[in-house]
């Protein structure tokens, strides 16, 4: 639809979710960090296309998914290979018109 459009078409990192943190949509940027294509990343759960990323943000999805919105400038993350970036980080719960989502910017 549109809104898988206009996901995908985002120059950040984001990713959109069901409630069962599986990936409803992705834009290319965050399918290549997880090293699949959109179509490859669509429908899979989070805890498997990332696992320790997922465990690192457990606590914030469990959070997001209760209704809270999480959002931080200045974020440290670790890649999975070890590396460290720092990162602006908006997680927003779902709403009658959006499921819940993350967008993540250097």
């Not at 069901?18 to 989070?46: F, H, I, Y």
């Not at 460290?84 to 018109?97: D, F, G, H, L, N």
Request: charged share 25%; with cysteine.
């Amino acid at each position: 639809g549109a809104f898988a459009g206009v996901v995908r078409a985002m120059p950040v990192s984001l990713v959109i979710t069901d409630k069962a943190l599986n990936v409803v949509s992705c834009s290319p940027r965050w399918a290549q960090e997880v090293g699949l294509t959109v179509a490859e990343a669509t429908g899979r759960p989070m805890m498997e296309l990332r696992p320790a990323a997922f465990e690192r943000w457990r606590e914030f999805y469990v959070r997001v998914l209760a209704g809270e919105t999480i959002a931080s400038d200045r974020v440290p993350y670790r890649d999975d290979d070890g590396a460290v970036r720092w990162i602006s980080v908006r997680e927003v719960p779902a709403t009658a018109s959006l499921p819940p989502h993350s967008t993540l910017r250097d």
